[in-house]
C-alpha cells in the first residue's frame, strides 16, 4: 500500500513556539492531502483539505492564521501550528490521496505526530 | 451533528469467533464508506472500503456488509486473532469531495 510519513512523531514545545508538522507521501504523487486532529478517545476531526499548488481549505472553526497549511510540492504538506498554547495539545494526523478517482477515493495516513505545549 | 455514529464504544470477543463492528449514518449523500484501524499513537490504516453500489464487499478475514436503507454498515472479522485488537474507525465520504467524515472508533479486544 501507499506509505505517507510526519516528521516529526513527537515534539515538545513551549508555549508561544511555532511548530512545523511535515507529510510526505513516499512513494505516490498526492495531489491533495488532509490534515486532522485528534483529542483522546474522539474521532479524528478534519482540520484542513490542502491541493497542491494552491490555498488549504479549512474546516468551520478552525482558525488558518494559526493552523498554516503548505502544499508546496506533491509529496510535502506542511502544517505549521504558530504561537502555540496548551490548548493545541493534541494528535495531528495527515492522510494523502491521489486524486486518480472522483470518487471512493482511499486516502492514506501518516502515523500522525504528538504536540505537547507547555 | 454527528453524521458517522459508532454506539458501541468498545467490544470482547474471543479469539477465533467472529467480530461485528457496526456503523450508522444520517447523510443519504455518503456514497462511499471506509473501515480503518488504528492503534495507539499510530495514523489509520486502511482495511476496506464499499460503494453505496453494493451490499457487500469481502477482503480475506474482513467483510463489510452496507445496508442503505438502514444507512448501516458492519465490519466482520472472521475468525479475529488477538492482533486485531485496536480501534476500528468507519469513515464515510460523498462525491468527488473526498473529505472523510468519521466516526467516533469502537475498541475491538480480541481475548486469547
Known amino acids: 500500500g501507499a506509505v505517507v510519513s510526519q516528521h516529526p512523531s513527537r515534539v515538545i514545545c513551549k508555549s508561544g513556539t511555532s511548530v512545523k508538522i511535515e507529510c510526505r507521501s513516499l512513494?505516490?504523487?498526492?495531489?491533495?492531502m488532509f490534515w486532522y486532529r485528534q483529542f483522546p478517545k474522539q474521532s479524528l476531526m478534519l482540520m484542513a483539505t490542502s491541493n497542491e499548488g494552491s490555498k488549504a481549505t479549512y474546516e468551520q472553526g478552525v482558525e488558518k492564521d494559526k493552523f498554516l497549511i503548505n502544499h508546496a510540492s506533491l509529496t510535502l504538506s506542511t502544517l505549521t501550528v504558530t504561537s502555540a498554547h496548551p490548548e493545541d495539545s493534541s494528535f495531528y494526523i495527515c492522510s494523502a490521496s491521489s486524486g486518480l478517482a472522483n470518487v471512493g477515493e482511499t486516502q492514506y495516513f501518516g502515523p500522525g505526530t504528538r504536540l505537547l505545549v507547555l | 451533528d454527528q453524521q458517522v455514529k459508532q454506539n458501541s464504544p468498545s467490544l470482547s470477543v474471543q479469539e477465533g469467533r467472529i467480530s461485528i463492528l457496526n456503523c450508522d449514518y444520517t447523510?443519504?449523500?455518503?456514497?462511499?464508506f471506509l473501515w480503518y484501524k488504528k492503534y495507539p499513537a499510530e495514523g489509520p490504516t486502511f482495511l476496506i472500503s464499499i460503494s453505496s453500489i453494493k451490499d457487500k464487499n469481502e477482503d480475506g478475514r474482513f467483510t463489510v456488509f452496507l445496508n442503505k436503507s438502514a444507512k448501516h454498515l458492519s465490519l466482520h472479522i472472521v475468525p479475529s486473532q488477538p492482533g486485531d485488537s485496536a480501534v476500528y474507525f468507519c469513515a464515510a465520504s460523498r462525491g468527488s469531495a473526498r473529505q472523510l467524515t468519521f466516526g467516533s472508533g469502537t475498541q475491538l479486544t480480541v481475548l486469547p
Open positions: 512513494d505516490f504523487q498526492a495531489t491533495t
Open positions: 447523510n443519504s449523500m455518503f456514497d462511499y
